[in-house]
């Protein structure tokens, strides 16, 4: 909502310098978002007269004018505008000016080769209007030599505010000033229209027809005027709204654009010998369309408030009006229109239309049902004097919704909600300056709220309207209680595990990535999403489009990003939300990770102590058992599966799962066909953990971690190697090994696998340490021989192998 | 005597010429050994007479300890020299570059951190931290929220839309986390302090915005508090959050269908450089939109509106970090540059605290 000074001055009277009402502005909630002063740009240039204005002797379309600047000897112009002519009084800019209309600096020129010393220019050029078809021709006394912008009454502040969606009330410059006057800024001029007794019957009749439906249309006002001579708005009118960047039309126009923003209070005018027959307000039918004045076109459907005469629609009811019947400067007759709509039928009509103007913007807030015939006075009072004319009577269709919004406000309201003591002396100046009756007397009293206030529905709505008109400064700063001595643990178990893992991973090297929670639907299909319920109905753009199902496509596309700038060796994670379907439950957190190139734990790329290999699956399995114990996960009783999605390398993947059904890890390098798919290039692994799938943790009865039961007998250690098939899990040996003597093995250790001369061809041999360690006495010979034979059969028994001679 | 005495000076001589511990113990055989020198002189004590013992004895048994203590010095300073040597071929270049390690090189990133400083400074303060899905129903995002249908303040959301199911259903992404309040109050009791924080979405993109951000948002429901709480709080929150001892703030009436009175809260700041100092200079920043919880919010979570009251507040939480820490554009945060995260990103082991500073 912009406004100039002067006109909130006419509704105003203050003292208060500028600085003031804007600071003012902001703190009553009217938000001052900008204040501009277009004679700021305009200030280097001058009225000048042109003396003489002869043909260019090389150019058809040009003169060389002699320009009298009202300083020195005239200077000579070459100008194209077709109003170029001697006596012309114009607007001046010279070498070294800038012009903000063409984005230009002017030097001095040479046009088809005559010396040009400045350029007599257009309002377009100096972003007064869109109007460019000659250049600036004012009246003949204007005064050469002085400030253009300073006589043109240019020079003003223009103040913008940002207007929150509940003060329909504060889109008219009438409006403001009543909250300025409030907030003590001075005194509101109170409006008042006098009642036009119309010398005849309007001719024209207005029904609201909605049949059983919901009315669109609350009330209606119309009146005719007569005679009217319309045509340019007197410049004063013309300034006003070319000031806050409205285009003057004519006068007819002008009177419901001024109104519109003077009283917040949109208004049409139909030139009467272009309707036919009596309007009828109704619901659009489809097939009707309409050509709007904004010279676009519309099809409408029942869900479209109309206006109509007997042979067209002429207007989308408080939105737009239609270009046929619209008021020219040929008009004679006019049909004045001020009428209250329905709300939501209007946000619903220019939602769907896609129609943003100055009237829907505040029908759609709700404007003051009151102020409709008062509104329609204004508009014919404004048309007698400046188009002259005469007015019929005026008439109104439908009900005027009465204003009977009381509240039962206690005081005591205002202390309980905003902390502040107030005098209820106090709270009942602030709430009257702004319009609202309070009757009754003692701590609860009755409050009418205005007709023009809308957004006021309770009690708490009164303290606002106390508090803001008083200041929220008075507001004391008052401590929070604390709640205990000693802050507690305030952390869910799911949170805890996301921030231990992020930080097990960033200290694995790996550099956290935040991406985006949707991917195009190409990546969500390859990662077993993409089903329709996780579909955009608006997406931003197709790579946008779908709910993740996993973080690995954002994380693996997001390591080709940095590949392609050069950056090749990367290990990136993120931890997030992946979709499952659309319910809260199948929202769940996880963890995953990517290395790419030779991202390795040690550090990627050559160097003097050894050149980092390639990523390979054992990277990304040993980031998943990482990132697993920090969150608490018994590394030790997991088991790894071979049954990794497809995305995966089938034979360099793998799951780490607590038992066959719940999988709390996948791992691996990424299949080929993955990365063709996502354009990728490797090498590159990742894993993914699913951070809620490890059972919640046992709430243990104390912190006390149990004695430690170290040994004091030496641990003795013993190597065997075994031939076993090539396909033999290593877990399956291991294992094997570790159940032959549980209560005297603490650790085997894979120490070696081989393949080559002296191996059979399908079989390796996989030596291993183990580690037994004696509780009681030392072990003799025979016991660790015994022991070695449990081994020998236990590894043989499971993996069909045998002790290596 | 004088046999002696040349014996002991060549075997002193060969001993100091010695120049390795192969070659001393040659000498040492040659004078100590079955066959040696000296032994060979002690074993014609024998046939000497009394006298010529007497002389002689003490004599050899002189010279024999003073060989032996040569030869016993001597091997020490050539043991000296062989470490000394070895210690001298086994020397490196120390000034070779080692390969950083992973905790100094991994980083997490500026939306973790400070949502881990969020939590230290409302921890303090009792409050815990809720969540919700992003996934919401129009009822929570809106409805509940008191944002009725078809009213402008919707549409101001840019919202994303599932498709509409076949009972007429459409689900939406959450536009803030205003939800979770709805989701808090309706399943727990009052008294309520929570903050939270998450991922929020609204169909907009250019240099400040983008699809995805992230918001923290505040609640406190019990039976007393009011607008001065929450001013305490949000000042609170603000000097500890940019670690300023003071900070200029000034609360301006707003609007949201949520809040009543709605305030938004703007800071003082400083523009003159090239980026905005905060708790510092003349110029004014917009914060954080905060206000009372509407009556009919609370009415919508079961609660008496005349009995329980309190106060929400909603930020940035991308906005924020950028206002500490001084990233230029709010993009990158979701580009996975690594030479961004490198550069913004936190140390994994600098988990913030209120007793060891939040940045430090």
Request: with cysteine; glycine share 10%; net charge negative.
């Amino acid at each position: 909502m912009k406004f100039t000074l002067s006109w909130l001055k006419e509704h105003l009277e203050t003292d208060a310098s500028l600085e003031e009402i804007v600071e003012r502005l902001t703190m009553i909630g009217l938000e001052v978002e900008e204040v501009t002063n277009r004679a700021d740009r305009l200030k280097p240039f001058r009225i000048a007269k042109v003396l003489e204005a002869e043909q260019h002797p090389n150019a058809d379309r040009l003169r060389v004018l002699k320009v009298d600047t009202g300083e020195g000897d005239p200077i000579q112009i070459v100008c194209g505008a077709p109003n170029a002519r001697a006596g012309l009084v114009g607007v001046l800019g010279k070498p070294g000016d800038y012009i903000p209309g063409l984005d230009v600096t002017l030097s001095v020129g040479k046009i088809r080769d005559v010396e040009s010393f400045g350029m007599m220019c257009s309002e377009r050029e100096l972003e007064l209007s869109e109007e460019h078809d000659g250049i600036i021709d004012l009246p003949e006394d204007a005064p050469v030599g002085v400030n253009y912008a300073e006589w043109a009454g240019l020079d003003e502040p223009v103040i913008e505010i940002g207007l929150t969606p509940n003060r329909p009330d504060c889109t008219g410059v009438y409006g403001i000033a009543r909250d300025l006057a409030a907030a003590g800024l001075g005194k509101l001029k109170e409006r008042s229209h006098e009642q036009i007794r119309g010398s005849y019957p309007c001719p024209v009749d207005v029904t609201l027809d909605f049949g059983d439906t919901k009315p669109l249309c609350k009330a209606f006002g119309l009146r005719m005027v007569k005679g009217v001579k319309n045509g340019p708005s007197p410049q004063w009118l013309q300034d006003r709204l070319t000031a806050i960047g409205l285009r003057p039309i004519n006068i007819l126009v002008d009177i419901t654009n001024y109104i519109t923003f003077d009283q917040g209070r949109p208004l049409h005018v139909f030139d009467a010998d272009k309707v036919h027959g009596n309007l009828v307000v109704r619901r659009g039918k489809e097939g009707e369309s309409i050509d709007g004045l904004n010279a676009k076109s519309y099809e409408l459907d029942d869900s479209v408030c109309v206006i109509s005469d007997d042979n067209n629609v002429e207007s989308l009811g408080g939105i737009l009006g239609g270009e046929p019947s619209g008021c020219t400067e040929e008009t004679v007759n006019v049909l004045i229109e001020s009428a209250l709509w329905d709300e939501d039928g209007i946000a619903a009509t220019g939602r769907k239309l896609g129609v943003h103007t100055d009237a829907r913007y505040r029908f759609e807030r709700g404007v003051d049902p009151d102020y409709m015939m008062p509104g329609l006075e204004y508009a014919t009072r404004m048309v007698l004097d400046l188009c002259g004319g005469e007015a019929s009577q005026a008439i109104q269709t439908g009900t005027v919704p009465e204003n009977n919004n009381i509240i039962d406000f206690p005081y005591s309201e205002i202390k309980r909600l905003s902390g502040v003591e107030v005098a209820q002396a106090e709270a009942n100046l602030a709430l009257k300056s702004l319009g609202f009756w309070i009757s009754g007397s003692g701590d609860t009293v009755k409050v009418a709220a205005p007709s023009w206030r809308p957004d006021i529905e309770g009690k708490a709505d009164l303290v606002e309207e106390v508090v803001r008109i008083l200041g929220l400064d008075r507001v004391p700063f008052t401590p929070l209680p604390r709640t205990g001595t000693v802050s507690q643990k305030v952390l869910t178990t799911g949170q805890i595990r996301r921030s231990r893992a992020r930080r097990a991973l960033a200290a694995r090297g790996f550099n956290e990535a935040v991406t985006w929670s949707f991917i195009s639907k190409e990546q969500a299909e390859l990662f077993g999403g993409g089903a329709p319920d996780l579909a955009l109905a608006n997406p931003i753009s197709p790579e946008l489009s779908d709910m993740r199902p996993s973080l690995m496509p954002g994380l693996l596309v997001a390591a080709q990003r940095n590949a392609d700038r050069g950056f090749g060796d990367v290990a990136l994670f993120e931890v997030g939300q992946i979709f499952q379907n659309d319910t809260p439950e199948d929202q769940k957190m996880v963890t995953a990770g990517v290395r790419r190139g030779t991202a390795k734990l040690q550090g990627a790329g050559r160097h003097w102590s050894g050149a980092s290999d390639n990523v390979d699956v054992f990277d990304a399995k040993a980031d998943a058992e990482a990132a697993l114990a920090a969150i608490g996960a018994p590394v030790e009783k997991l088991q790894v599966y071979t049954d990794a999605p497809t995305t995966f390398h089938p034979g360099r993947s793998g799951c780490l799962k607590l038992g066959p059904k719940n999988t709390l890890a996948v791992f691996g390098e990424i299949h080929p066909r993955t990365l063709a798919a996502l354009d990728i290039e490797g090498p590159i692994v990742a894993f993914e953990i699913y951070l809620d799938a490890l059972p919640q943790p046992k709430s243990k009865g104390g912190r006390s971690k149990g004695a430690l039961n170290a040994s004091h007998l030496m641990p003795v250690r013993r190597d065997f190697a075994f031939l076993v098939g090539k396909d033999v899990n290593a877990e399956t040996l291991l294992k094997a090994a570790r159940g032959a003597e549980k209560n005297l093995i603490t650790d085997v250790t894979l120490f070696d696998i081989y393949q080559g001369q002296g191996v059979p061809e399908d079989q390796k041999s996989v030596a291993i340490d183990v580690l037994l360690q004696p509780r009681q006495k030392t072990l003799t010979d025979e016991e660790i021989d015994a022991i070695s034979k449990k081994i020998i059969a236990n590894v043989e028994k499971s993996t069909g192998g045998t002790l290596r001679g | 005597m004088s046999n002696l005495d040349t014996l002991e000076s060549d075997l002193l001589t060969a001993i100091e010429g010695a120049q390795n511990e192969t070659s001393l113990e040659d000498v040492r055989v040659h004078a100590l050994g079955k066959k040696g020198k000296i032994s060979e002189q002690m074993k014609t004590l024998g046939k000497m007479t009394p006298e010529e013992r007497q002389v002689m004895g003490p004599a050899l048994n002189g010279l024999k300890a003073k060989i032996t203590d040569a030869i016993s010095a001597r091997k020490s300073v050539l043991a000296e020299a062989a470490l000394e040597a070895r210690l001298a071929s086994e020397k490196v270049d120390v000034t070779l570059p080692l390969r950083p390690s992973p905790a100094e090189t991994g980083r997490i990133h500026p939306v973790s951190q400070v949502v881990d400083e969020l939590t230290a400074i409302f921890a303090d303060m009792g409050f815990s931290i809720a969540e919700g899905p992003d996934i919401e129903t129009d009822e929570l995002n809106f409805t509940a929220l008191n944002f009725p249908e078809g009213h402008p303040a919707r549409e101001m959301h840019d919202t994303f839309f599932f498709n509409e199911k076949e009972d007429g259903e459409r689900l939406l992404l959450r536009t803030h986390t205003s939800p979770v309040q709805i989701r808090t109050m309706r399943t727990q009791e009052p008294p309520i302090r929570v903050i939270i924080p998450g991922r929020t979405y609204r169909c907009d993109s250019d240099q400040t915005h983008t699809p995805m951000f992230h918001q923290v948002e505040g609640l406190v429901i019990d039976k007393e508090s009011h607008f001065g709480h929450l001013k305490w709080v949000l000042r609170e929150f603000c000097k500890a959050f940019f670690e300023v001892d003071d900070i200029k703030m000034r609360f301006r009436p707003s609007f949201f269908p949520f809040t009543e009175p709605s305030m938004e809260l703007d800071i003082q700041c400083d523009r003159s450089g090239g980026e905005v100092k905060i708790g510092q200079g003349d110029d004014w920043l917009e914060i954080l939109g905060c206000g009372m919880v509407h009556p009919n919010v609370i009415r919508n979570c079961g609660l008496d509106p005349d009995v329980y009251q309190g106060f929400a507040w909603g930020m940035g939480i991308d906005r924020i970090a950028m206002l500490k820490y001084g990233m230029p554009d709010l993009r990158a945060f979701f580009d996975a540059d690594v030479r961004w995260i490198q550069h913004y990103g936190f140390r994994p082991l600098d988990l913030p605290t209120l007793f060891g500073g939040l940045s430090s």
